[in-house]
């Protein structure tokens, strides 16, 4: 039997750091954890209503939370220009106040800043956002693959490997599909390698989206 893990979780402390830094006793520490998956919602949805159509995706690679006493400082790395920084000032002020709404937290301030990621198509979230999107638009899974390697390829990493899993074309049997181009250490722990699990819901059901990118290492 194969044990599997997730390889950001795997990597922690060696070549991985957290999304989230905060410390809570053990009895606040679940809602600590429910208030961050409220702040990432909150923005992925925020983003979804207010991007332009044409640019199709949201393009955020990660959201990186820090919470102290009185502040939440909230870290947004964005892979494309789109509502959320063309109207800069106007546009994060207003994602504040729906945060601040969302979490009814009176004694804490928060502060959300912006990060453009240089190399957009290295991060698996938008390469799986890319895809998916792709997928919607009944392109040929293979095609769509294909289309991302080339993508990755643009920013110097050393291997990607993508899995799509479900009712793939529409067939009757689910079904699980990967390609892999150069390499992906998978169990060498001094490897460093993105991750991101992504699902997709297209007219023939639920898709799922794999892609490890191994950036750098032994």
Known sequence: MGQKINPLGFRLGITQNHHSYWFA???NFSRGLQ???KIRNCIKNYVQKNMRISSGFEGIARIEIQKRIDLIQVIIYIGFPNLLI????RGIEELQTNVQKELNSVNRRLNIAITRVEKPYGQPNILAEYIALQLKNRVSFRKAMKKAIELTEQTDTKGIQIQIAGRI?????ARVEWIREGRVP???VRAKIDYCSYTVRTIYGVLGIKIW????GK
């Open 25 to 27: 006793q053990p009895k």
């Open 35 to 37: 208030e961050d998956e």
């Open 86 to 89: 063309e109207g800069r000032r």
């Open 169 to 173: 074309d529409g067939k009757e049997i």
């Open 186 to 188: 998978l169990q060498t």
């Open 213 to 216: 990118i191994f950036v750098d």
